[in-house]
Each structure stands twice: as C-alpha cells, then as structure tokens.
C-alpha cells in the first residue's frame, strides 16, 4: 500500500509540473500575438482605390492644382476677351465699310446745312451723304433721295441700296403707286437686294427680303426672276459707272 501510494504522489507531482509548464508556454504565445510590429515607414497611402507613393515625386499637390487651374482660368478668359474684342472690332470695321451708322454717329451732323453736307459727301464722306438723303425722304423728295443714297452706294456704302429698297416698300405698303408702277417699285426692291447680297451685305436684309415678299404676295416665277436678275445687273453696272467717275476702281477689280 505504502508503495502504491508513493507512486500516486509521483505521478500528481509530475501531472502539477507538466501543467505548469503548458500553461506558461502558452502565456509566452499570448504575450508574443499582443506585441505591435514594429513601426516601418512607408510613403503608401492609399484611398478610394487612389494608391499615391512617394507624394513629393507623384504630380502637384492639391494647393498646387488648384492654383494651376486659376491660372489656366484667367488665361482662358483673357483669351476669350481677346477673342470678343477681336470680333467687335471685325464687327465694326464691316459696319464702317457697309455704311452702317447708330444714331449717335449721325447725330453729330445735325446742324450741318445741306450744302455742307453735299461738301462731306464730295469728299467721301458715307455719314453725310445718309444723313442728306434722310433730308430728302423727310421732305418727300425721292428723286433726290435716290440719287444720294446710289452715290453712297457707289462708294461701297450697301446700307445705302438697302435703305432706298425700304424707302420703295414703304411707298408701296402706304399704296402710292398705280397698279403697274407698284409691279415695276417690287422689281426694283428685290433687284436691290440682290445687288446688296452681291457686294458682300446679305445678313442685313434677309428679314426685310422675307417680309416684303410675304407682304406684297410675291411669286417668284421664271420670268420674274429673269427680270430681276436683269435690273440687278443694270444697278450694278450704273453702280461701276458712277465709281468710275468719281475717281474709284469698280467693285469688280
């Protein structure tokens, strides 16, 4: 008995070592699965799928981009103001060679006689000769009107041939021609036109060509438009001819 008990007690002692140690053992693992690596730089980031390394060699910072983009903006408008600007002065250059004015322009002739205005308009002077023909039509002196208004023409002045072409309409809507004269006056409004369209001025009177031809019922049949081709041709030759003796080449050359 004393023996079987000897070896119970051996074997508890080594069941009490053999715990101890496996419990210690694992400790050791716990203690080791706690520990934080080491810290290692690294210049990786990465966010919404946006993997950025090495961030000083990468491209232009945020502040940097966005001061770029304010720069590219300011040189995108100045280059759009450079690009209108250009444009009002093509604008204005055609305005001043077609013989388009504003009020403002022709208002500084009002106190000139016509006699001085005649003078200006020897000389060249478009301003003059529209302000002078706007006399006559105010006094009803068309015939004078006309003869102002084709000079400035002849001088390259297309806003005179429109102005005279809605002179006629007018006459024409107020019924102050017979019935054929009023056929003849319609000819001669499109035959206008068609000389403007011809020396370079078509966006100015489109609207008005529309309006007459819906106004007077205007069919534009074969022979009407042989006719108007033919009066066309006769105002520009007329046009030519009146350039030549003022000393100016014909539109042509």
């Known amino acids: 008995m004393k023996n079987i008990s000897t070896i119970y007690v051996g074997v508890g002692l080594?069941?009490?070592?053999?715990?101890?140690?496996?419990?210690?053992?694992?400790a050791d693992v716990k203690s080791g699965t706690s520990k934080k690596p080491a810290v290692v730089e690294n210049n990786t980031s990465s966010s919404a799928g946006y993997t950025r390394e090495l961030d000083d060699s990468a491209g232009p910072s945020a502040k940097a981009q966005s001061e770029q983009a304010i720069i590219e903006s300011q040189d995108g408008a100045e280059h759009s103001e450079e690009a209108l600007n250009r444009a009002m002065e093509n604008q204005a250059s055609l305005n001043?060679?077609?013989?388009?004015?504003?009020?403002?322009?022709?208002?500084?002739y009002d106190g000139y006689s016509d006699e001085t205005l005649r003078s200006l308009g020897d000389a060249g002077d478009i301003r003059a000769l529209i302000k002078l023909s706007d006399r006559h039509v105010r006094r009803?002196?068309?015939?004078?009107?006309?003869?102002?208004?084709?000079?400035?023409?002849?001088?390259?002045?297309?806003?005179?041939?429109?102005?005279?072409?809605?002179?006629?309409?007018?006459?024409?809507?107020?019924?102050?021609?017979?019935?054929?004269?009023?056929?003849?006056?319609?000819?001669?409004?499109?035959?206008?036109?068609?000389?403007?369209?011809?020396?370079?001025?078509?966006?100015?009177?489109?609207?008005?060509?529309?309006?007459f031809v819906d106004d007077t019922n205007f069919v534009f049949t074969e022979d009407n438009k042989k006719?108007?081709?033919?009066?066309?041709?006769?105002?520009?030759?007329?046009?030519?001819?009146?350039?030549?003796?003022?000393?100016?080449?014909?539109?042509?050359s």
């Open 140 to 211: 009803l002196d068309f015939d004078k009107e006309s003869d102002v208004l084709m000079e400035a023409a002849a001088r390259g002045a297309t806003s005179a041939l429109v102005t005279r072409a809605i002179s006629i309409s007018s006459r024409l809507k107020a019924e102050l021609y017979d019935e054929n004269a009023a056929k003849e006056a319609a000819y001669d409004v499109l035959a206008l036109c068609a000389v403007s369209s011809k020396m370079g001025n078509d966006i100015g009177l489109r609207d008005f060509r529309r309006g």
């Open 96 to 108: 001043e060679q077609h013989g388009y004015f504003d009020d403002v322009e022709l208002k500084t």
């Open 227 to 252: 006719i108007i081709d033919r009066r066309a041709a006769s105002i520009y030759k007329d046009l030519n001819k009146k350039r030549r003796e003022l000393g100016l080449n014909s539109f042509d």
């Open 14 to 26: 080594i069941c009490v070592v053999l715990t101890a140690y496996l419990y210690s053992q694992n």
